[in-house]
């Protein structure tokens, strides 16, 4: 069993009598990458702030392998962080900048020297250390800080938004490299963004928050495939949303008709919404689908047509097909049993999980 290294237990966090974190519990496991995703607002910095110990949790307890740190100073905390605007220091150069929390730890020249080379290499900046940070490009000075928390060898790296000011191409590829690296060191990876396309390109894990509260955990195929409830489903990927009733285990019923689906658990006749994401639904002949729609929009977006119906009870269809349809043509719309997801109204992380394992055996 790999062991955990961050656990959060019942942790509090209020600003004066505002409540910013309410009550959350987990258990992060060493080695793995995790990500918290959220809206802005919704508590990603205040958590991390937490666990590096810049700041005091309300009630609740923190612990790092195994033991309490509620009371343990920022600084013997063995964990970095790497923050969105960098916080280098301008009137440093490149290897001064990563040397200095050594300096302050008052290690040998030699030693310093050695690991700041390598940390250079690690960030694929080797003989980078006499420049300016100046002269380094945005990509360039998120690698030195980077190279600035490696140094320091931590267990756990935090990394607050360190790509949101990047441009996209460069975005890419530091997400590859920042992954590799992690990979490659083994280190912890707590890693924060509203960005839900990065949140599922890196991740092991990935905690989707809203309003201090963790909605839902999961790897990011799980999150994606079975979002917990409506603002899950809206905020990772595109997804259609209807409303409908579950007549029985794998029987639901939804713009009038009854389908097969590989969800239950539910009561009988329970009202409940139904998730069907774009990629999932195939466009066809209008006799030939399951549901029959009229098409009202159609945008070419360089690998497949975004396509959007109205079925007869007015839900509109997102459409993702590389198929091109005539916009006010009748087309047939087909999705398979397991494109069907069932949401049921205020369900909890737990029960929802638990409900899931009992009907897919997942
Ligand atoms: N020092 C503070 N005093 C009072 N309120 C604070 C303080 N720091 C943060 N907050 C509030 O706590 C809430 C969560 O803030 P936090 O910075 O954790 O959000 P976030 O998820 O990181 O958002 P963003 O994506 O915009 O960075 C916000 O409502 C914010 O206004
Ligand atoms: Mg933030």
Redesign the pocket.
Known sequence: MVESIITFRNVTKK??D?V??ENINFELKKGRFYT?L????????????LIAGF?DESSGDILMNGQKINHIPANKRKINTVFQDYALFPHLNVFDNIAFGLKIKKKSKNEINEKVTEALKMVRLPGFGDREISEMSGGQKQRVAIARALVNEPEVLLL??PLSALDMKLRKEMQYELRELQKRLGITFIF?T?DQEEALAMSDEIFV?NH?EIIQRGTPTAIYDEPLNKFVADFIGESNIIEGTMIADGKVKFVGKTFECVDGGMNANELIEVVLRPEDIEVTESQKGKVVGTVISQLFRGVHYEIVCTDIDGNEWKIRSTKKVEVGASVGLNFEPEAIHIMRANESEAEFYQRLEKYQGS
């Open positions: 600003y004066k505002t910013i974190l918290l959220g809206p802005s607002g919704c508590g990603k910095t205040t958590t991390l702030s700041t607050d938004e924060v509203h928050m201090g």
